[in-house]
């Protein structure tokens, strides 16, 4: 069993930084992969990055060079280091966990917000 808390989120201008957390607790963090994901209004979660136990991550295209997703297992945390905000990151963002092929542990995710 994996749980998940967002925070970090917030209103940016256009062109500022944020930087997500998504805290752990559970004894099974090292194992897991973890994910950020987006929900904007009126449209469907979309993948945003993730990162391995190992530490390998993968984004999607939109966010690539813009967004830096890394893990701390000593502090059971995943961070999102998101620069260049536009207002398309406009969204809310939540922190999922995955130990087989299934995003199985969802948090209450947190809101961004970019101005223009």
């Known amino acids: 069993q994996v749980q998940l808390v967002e925070s970090g989120g917030g209103l940016v201008q256009a062109g500022g930084s944020l930087t997500l957390s998504c805290a752990t607790s559970?004894?099974?963090?090292?194992?897991?992969?973890v994910g950020w994901f987006r929900q904007a209004p009126g449209k469907e979660r979309e993948f945003v990055a993730l990162v391995t136990p190992g530490g390998a991550t993968n984004y999607a295209d939109s966010v690539k060079g813009r967004f830096t997703i890394s893990r701390h297992n000593a502090k059971n945390t995943v961070y999102l280091q998101m620069n260049s905000l536009q207002p398309e990151d406009t969204a809310v963002y939540l922190c999922?966990?995955?130990?087989?092929?299934?995003?199985?542990?969802w948090g209450q995710g947190t809101q961004v917000t970019v101005s223009s």
């Open positions: 999922s966990a995955r130990q087989g092929g299934n995003w199985d542990y």
């Open positions: 559970g004894r099974t963090f090292s194992q897991v992969v």
